[in-house]
């Protein structure tokens, strides 16, 4: 330990990091209490692997720290990740029951008793809504459906006036895509697919009711996914497996982002360790205080490094709670009043409609979404509905739906002196816009084929899943809360990175747009900041 130090030392001092990190790396080592690290990232989502892939391709040693766990291990079934049919204490962050999205059958509650561990997926609970993260190395990726999907070009100019859309769709979109191993499906082997006739039930029925339908791109190999449904590998998409983590299949982004900087030798991955402060440090740069947890959640051992550079990507909801207490608490006084403002929940709405005996959706249903309903166009009522899977391994006459919508209501973060604790002010009625813009898409459909919606899934006699979202956006809005390029004013060395930029709405699934937005102001702040 001591030999490595004196390397993390050196290399704030400015020795050739390559070379010492790349020992480091190779030692698997995590941050030490004491250590001095060039740039330390919060978080391993979408916004936290950009950066650490484009510093370390730069020459600048990156310490990652990230509160969940590192999923490259198989628990005593010889598998990483649980599925959703049989869910286990590796489904939910810190909970002692499940709690599914989708959390009744027949009005009947669903979830089940888990052993409180610090699983995959976190349902967190504010007082209107809960928010669903991931938790691990990859942060989102491990748990999402994969779907990628560039948001329309007129929209993203529309929440993010002061950007230049031309360069997005030249530049970073494809920049995004190609790191992240966003993939095509086969058209022709999707119409014959029996995994896939859900969603063709559900476009067919779509269509016929004057609505368009779009094919969506994945990050989840569409060829692997074929030998699945084959049976000739191991099956992961087709075998219940999506939002408690992909066993097989999923370029998720420790397989792609981390795993590309993890290879110029420069990265260390610090798991289980949740920062709670950020504040300058009186040689330069910034102390981070981070726990380091078990696997119950219990604090094993509290550190404080020395970073020149600290890159938030905690997501939406974590950058926005940090930056909000360390400005009530003192330790960032600076920030501005827009820290904590802006924060919207994409307009998700979820819905499911009883299909008729005849129109069967079949017993198999891959996890990964590859259909959507595009009524964005409608300006009474902007509409990007997702054909969702109900993978629940036999027949149930189910057709599901995430609705994308434009919700023009949003809520602040709130700090909450008495318990230290962060609040978000979002109120469940304020998802209304979302469930009249949802309604008028699904009683068009269910009129045109005498279909009703199913009212038992998101409770007793309760139709719209309106109550969580998928989609936690903004907080820390790109040039009204940072600058152009995401850093914070007042802190030289602060940058925001994450979703909490884009101010609460992208109208469709969110992770392209995050990651192409962080490929943008990475390069310019490594151009213009790091050399
Ligand atoms: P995120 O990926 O959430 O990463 C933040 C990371 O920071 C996490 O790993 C946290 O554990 C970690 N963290 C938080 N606080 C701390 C702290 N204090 N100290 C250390 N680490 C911390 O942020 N989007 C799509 O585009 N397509 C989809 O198909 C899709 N499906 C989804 C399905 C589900 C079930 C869920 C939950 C989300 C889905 N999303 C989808 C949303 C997408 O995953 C999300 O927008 C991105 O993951 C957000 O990226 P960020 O980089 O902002």
Known sequence: MTSRRTLLRAAALGAPAAVLFARAAAAGAALADGDHV?????????????????????????????????????????????DMLDPDQRSYWLRTTTDQPVGYFL?????????????????????????YQGRGVGG???????????????YLAEILPSVDVAAMYATYFPRANAALGVNAIDTAWFET?????????????????????????????????????????????LASEVIYGNNHGKRSLDKTYLAAAA????????????????????????????????????????KTVRADRVFFAAGSVGTSKLLVAMRAQG??????????????????????????????TGALESGMPAMGIDNWADAAGPVFAEIAPFPAGTELWISLYLAITKNPNRARFLYDSSTGTVGLSWQT???????????????????????????????????????????????????????????????????????????????????VTITALAERNIERIIATDLT
């Open 429 to 511: 009625a304020q998802n209304q816009p979302a469930v009249t813009a949802a309604k008028r898409v699904f009683d068009t459909i269910n009129k045109a084929q005498a279909t009703v919606y199913r009212s038992d899934l998101f409770g007793a006699n309760k139709v719209w899943g309106d109550d969580f979202t998928y989609h936690p956006l903004g907080g820390c809005v790109l040039n009204v809360a940072t600058d152009n390029y995401g850093r914070l004013p007042g802190y030289p060395g602060l940058y925001v990175m994450d979703g909490s930029l884009i101010p609460g709405s992208t109208g469709v699934n969110p992770f």
């Open 331 to 360: 330790r960032l006084p600076d920030l501005p009043d827009a820290v904590g403002q802006g924060w919207g929940n994409n307009g998700n709405v979820m819905v499911a409609r009883a299909q008729h005996l005849w129109n069967t």
């Open 263 to 302: 290879a110029t030798g420069r990265l260390t991955i610090t798991a289980q360790h949740v920062v709670t402060a950020v504040a300058p440090n009186s040689l330069g740069g910034f102390s981070v205080t981070m726990n380091q947890i078990d696997t119950a959640g219990a604090t094993v051992a509290v």
């Open 140 to 154: 989102g990726s491990l748990v999402n459906g994969g779907m990628a999907v560039v948001p329309k070009r007129d």
């Open 193 to 237: 697919a029996d995994c896939y006739r859900y969603a063709r039930v559900s476009r067919d029925q779509a269509q016929a009711s004057g609505y368009t339908t779009t094919f969506l791109n994945n990050v989840y190999d569409f060829g692997y996914m074929a030998k699945e449904q084959a049976g000739t590998v191991p099956r992961s998409a």
């Open 38 to 82: 060039p740039a330390l990232v919060v978080g391993s989502g979408y916004g936290g692997s950009v950066a650490a892939l484009r510093l370390t391709q730069a020459g600048v040693a990156t310490a990652v720290v990230e509160m969940g766990m590192a999923w490259n291990t198989a628990g005593p079934d010889g598998a990483i990740f649980c």
């Open 107 to 131: 009005g009947i509650g669903a979830n089940k008793s888990i052993t409180r561990y610090t699983g995959v997926l976190d349902s967190e609970k504010f007082a209107g809504i809960r928010v």
